[in-house]
Structures are given as structure tokens and as C-alpha cells.
């Protein structure tokens, strides 16, 4: 069982920075293939950004790339996303999830652990 424990949510004006981090309990961490989703009040679960295990390739939904980035520290058993340029319309809870395959997905069914969120409130 992995545990993953994330941190870094807030509340912050529009157009501001948050980074998140992401702490995995797991010596294996390196062979996972890690990803962020979010969700807001009434909607469903949504992909932000995705990383394979290496760290080589990165993956992002329209609405935040260019302004968020994922990276990973595989010593550190830590993923991260960067948010800048922050928009209300980020305002969610965000989930740091993990795959056994190391190659990203964008689809939250491929993820077979999650943290628990931390909430990103974006103020207008």
C-alpha cells in the first residue's frame, strides 16, 4: 500500500503562484507514474498534469498548460506541480495520485492510489 500525503494548498488572489507537493511512502517510488487531477464543487474528477516515472515526459490538460508544471524528485519521493498565473476557475481540491505502470495517463480508473487533497482557493 502506498500512501501519498500532499501539501501546499492555500488560498491565493487571481494570478498568483501555489506550488504543490506530493510525499509517497513508497521505496519504489521511481517506477510509478505520478499525476494531479482536481475537482470543484458539482464537477467530476479532472486530469491536470501527469509525469512518467523517470520524469522524461510530462503531460497536460488544455486548460493549464503553459501555467502549471510536474516534476518529481525520485530521491525525495516527491512529485510537485507549479501553478502560476492562478484563475479562479483553478479553485479545487487537487489529488496527488500514483500508477503501478510508469507511464503517465490522463484518465483517473489507471490510478491505483491517491492522497487525500488539499484545497486551492483562487480568489478573483
Known amino acids: 500500500q502506498v500512501q501519498l500525503v500532499e501539501s501546499g494548498g492555500g488560498l491565493v488572489q487571481a494570478g498568483g503562484s501555489l506550488r504543490l507537493s506530493c510525499a509517497a511512502s513508497?521505496?519504489?517510488?521511481?517506477?510509478?507514474?505520478m499525476g494531479w487531477f482536481r475537482q470543484a464543487p458539482g464537477k467530476e474528477r479532472e486530469f491536470v498534469a501527469a509525469?512518467?516515472?523517470?520524469?522524461?515526459?510530462?503531460y497536460y490538460a488544455d486548460s493549464v498548460k503553459g501555467r502549471f508544471a510536474i516534476s518529481r524528485d525520485n530521491a525525495k519521493n516527491t512529485v510537485y506541480v507549479q501553478m502560476n498565473s492562478l484563475k479562479p476557475e483553478d479553485t479545487a481540491v487537487y489529488y496527488c495520485a500514483a500508477r503501478k505502470v510508469g507511464w503517465h495517463s490522463t484518465r483517473p480508473v489507471e490510478y491505483d492510489y491517491w492522497g487525500q487533497g488539499t484545497q486551492v482557493t483562487v480568489s478573483s
Open positions: 509525469i512518467t516515472w523517470s520524469g522524461g515526459t510530462t
Open positions: 513508497t521505496r519504489t517510488f521511481s517506477s510509478y507514474g
